[in-house]
């Protein structure tokens, strides 16, 4: 199989020429083979992760044994992506307004202010 969930990079989903990885929310892609790197949001991944499931059924539906280890081979990849798209989740979603400013502010400095311990009150 060409799909790693867990490699030499924790939470890289490998399939064939592609990494997949989640960060800031977002499902992120490299190519290999040319280095482009894409990022997408969570819902457009699982349109694309259906898409390729919708396409791979309509084409075996004649003969499933010929696409068998094609067939296993994306199921194992969808699987993994399904993981990455909930661990994007739990990062937040920048696409909602609400959840991006509450990223934002996560993200934000902190100051504390500690007093000095000769200090009167």
Do not use: Y
């Amino acid at each position: 199989m060409a799909v790693t969930l867990l490699n030499a990079e924790p939470g890289v989903v490998t399939f064939r020429q592609q990494r997949w990885w989640a960060e800031g929310g977002l499902i992120h892609l490299e190519e290999k083979l040319t280095g482009e790197q894409f990022h997408m949001t969570v819902r457009e991944a699982l349109l694309r992760m259906n898409a390729i499931s919708e396409m791979i059924g309509r084409s075996s539906r004649g003969d499933k044994n010929r696409f068998a280890s094609e067939i296993a081979e994306h199921h194992d990849f969808f699987e993994a992506m399904v993981q990455l798209c909930k661990k994007a989740q739990q990062q937040g979603r920048p696409d909602v307004a609400s959840h991006r400013e509450q990223m934002l502010n996560a993200m934000a400095p902190r100051s504390i202010v500690v007093p000095d311990r000769r200090a009167n009150f």
